[in-house]
T-cell receptor, first 113, second 115 residues
Framework: DQQVKQNSPSLSVQEGRISILNCDYT??????FLWYKKYPAEGPTFLIS?????DKNEDGRFTVFLNKSAKHLSLHIVPSQPGDSAVYFC????????????FGAGTILRVKS | NAGVTQTPKFQVLKTGQSMTLQCAQD?????MYWYRQDPGMGLRLIYY???????DKGEVPNGYNVSRLNKREFSLRLESAAPSQTSVYFC??????????????FGDGTRLSIL
């Protein structure tokens, strides 16, 4: 039973346009959400996070939106660049569970130049 | 800026062989983690160590053991490898497991194949 779901295995976007990656979760105990980016043959690297008390967090070209009622979050990348091509993992954690991360299966983003 | 270092990067084992995956971090982090990543799935937590001297099971601990050797090092052992343990293994560390706003830092992984 996947508690964190990324339903789009892949996404292709033109350079300069917006990339929108989506993530759904089922466990209402989750209170912190993170996005990680992963290049081939490397480990995931932290990108951006959001607490459940917020609905938006911005860091440069990256913005994460959280809709608690829908149990949905999304990552917006504007403008998209070829170097953004990677696998993006959504992850969730709960204070109740000691900050153990539960990951989605990932979305492969390809930014075409 | 080594961060989290995992050794080896690649390994091929035969069914029934044993193996220890090594992980070391130089960020003075207190908490360390072992994950596995399989095709079409996200990373799944095998074991973690919230602080030196403690270890706890994660989501998929069966077939594995861990040792928190000291604050820097956290090893993962497969006592009798099985083909189902073919995977990419990632080690991670964070300042404190209970600090939600302290992201985990990952090593580059060990790709393990069991024949």
């Amino acid at each position: 039973d996947q508690q964190v779901k990324q339903n789009s295995p892949s996404l292709s976007v033109q350079e300069g346009r917006i990339s929108i990656l989506n993530c759904d979760y089922t466990n209402s105990m989750f209170d912190y959400f993170l996005w990680y980016k992963k290049y081939p043959a490397e480990g995931p690297t932290f990108l951006i996070s959001i607490s459940s008390i917020k609905d938006k967090n911005e860091d440069g070209r990256f913005t994460v939106f959280l809709n608690k009622s829908a149990k949905h979050l999304s990552l917006h990348i504007v403008p998209s660049q070829p170097g953004d091509s990677a696998v993006y993992f959504c992850a969730a954690s709960a204070r109740e569970y000691g900050n153990k991360l539960v990951f989605g299966a990932g979305t492969i983003l390809r930014v075409k130049s | 800026n080594a961060g989290v270092t995992q050794t080896p990067k690649f390994q091929v084992l035969k069914t029934g062989q044993s193996m220890t995956l090594q992980c070391a971090q130089d960020m003075n982090h207190n908490s360390m983690y072992w994950y596995r990543q399989d095709p079409g799935m996200g990373l799944r937590l095998i074991y973690y160590s919230a602080s030196e001297g403690t270890t706890d099971k994660g989501e998929v601990p069966n077939g594995y053991n861990v040792s928190r050797l000291n604050k820097r090092e956290f090893s993962l052992r497969l006592e009798s490898a099985a083909p189902s343990q073919t995977s990419v293994y990632f080690c991670a560390s964070s300042e404190w497991a209970t600090f939600l706003d302290q992201p985990q830092h990952f090593g580059d992984g060990t790709r393990l194949s069991i024949l």
